[in-house]
T-cell receptor, first 114, second 114 residues
Framework: KAGVTQTPRYLIKTRGQQVTLSCSPI?????VSWYQQTPGQGLQFLFE???????NKGNFPGRFSGRQFSNSRSEMNVSTLELGDSALYLC?????????????FGEGSWLTVV | AQTVTQSQPEMSVQEAETVTLSCTYD???????LFWYKQPPSRQMILVIR??????QNATENRFSVNFQKAAKSFSLKISDSQLGDTAMYFC???????????FGTGTRLTVIP
């Protein structure tokens, strides 16, 4: 059974550009969450999607957005990139929402903004 | 709001010895879950162990066990018979019952010395 797949794994963007990251959850998983990991702020929750609806959102500016498709695949978008957006973006999936369901993580997408 | 505190930024242990990583948390929730995740140099987050707050019995997974003290809001991880492959960052995380949003601590970097 394939794990959580994130693409691209590495990318470099210029300040002011926008970026789209993709996540394919484990087959059958319907909940997808995104996290940002930086040396300064640690691991921070971005948003969670379930059944194509955003269920929860972290404390990030509106430049960060996401969506989920009917096949549970998810994308996140960051517009007007800033240097501080350089981070490892982790996608995670679980079978259902809450109830302490095991959350499985992908290998992440490394974004560097120059 | 939920907060998770890991007061040991770095720890080391001799191979085959036992080490305990500390974690405290703060919440007003009565029903929640606690996790320890391992992040090796590959940066993929791997679930180590999971504890339901309503269970008094401490969770155990092979060489990994926890000491869960609900009243003290403490959740420490004990690694027995440490192996070189245990070298990684370890994150303590909290999840509310009806959510898939993980709140992470700042992590403890564990080095197993041969």
């Amino acid at each position: 059974k394939a794990g959580v797949t994130q693409t691209p794994r590495y990318l470099i963007k210029t300040r002011g550009q926008q970026v789209t990251l993709s996540c394919s959850p484990i087959s059958g998983h319907r909940s997808v969450s995104w996290y940002q990991q930086t040396p300064g702020q640690g691991l921070q929750f971005l948003f969670e999607y379930f059944s194509e609806t955003q269920r929860n959102k972290g404390n990030f500016p509106g430049r960060f957005s996401g969506r989920q498709f009917s096949n549970s695949r998810s994308e996140m978008n960051v517009s007007t990139l800033e240097l501080g957006d350089s981070a490892l973006y982790l996608c995670a999936s679980s079978l259902v929402r809450g109830e302490g369901n095991t959350i499985y993580f992908g290998e992440g997408s490394w974004l560097t903004v120059v | 709001a939920q907060t998770v505190t890991q007061s040991q930024p770095e720890m080391s242990v001799q191979e085959a010895e036992t080490v305990t990583l500390s974690c405290t948390y703060d919440t007003s929730e009565s029903n929640y879950y606690l996790f320890w995740y391992k992040q090796p140099p590959s940066r993929q987050m791997i679930l180590v162990i999971r504890q339901e707050a309503y269970k008094q019995q401490n969770a155990t997974e092979n060489r990994f066990s926890v000491n869960f003290q609900k009243a003290a809001k403490s959740f420490s991880l004990k690694i027995s018979d440490s192996q070189l492959g245990d070298t990684a960052m370890y994150f303590c995380a909290f999840m509310k019952h009806a959510s898939s949003n993980l709140f992470f601590g700042t992590g403890t970097r564990l080095t197993v010395i041969p």
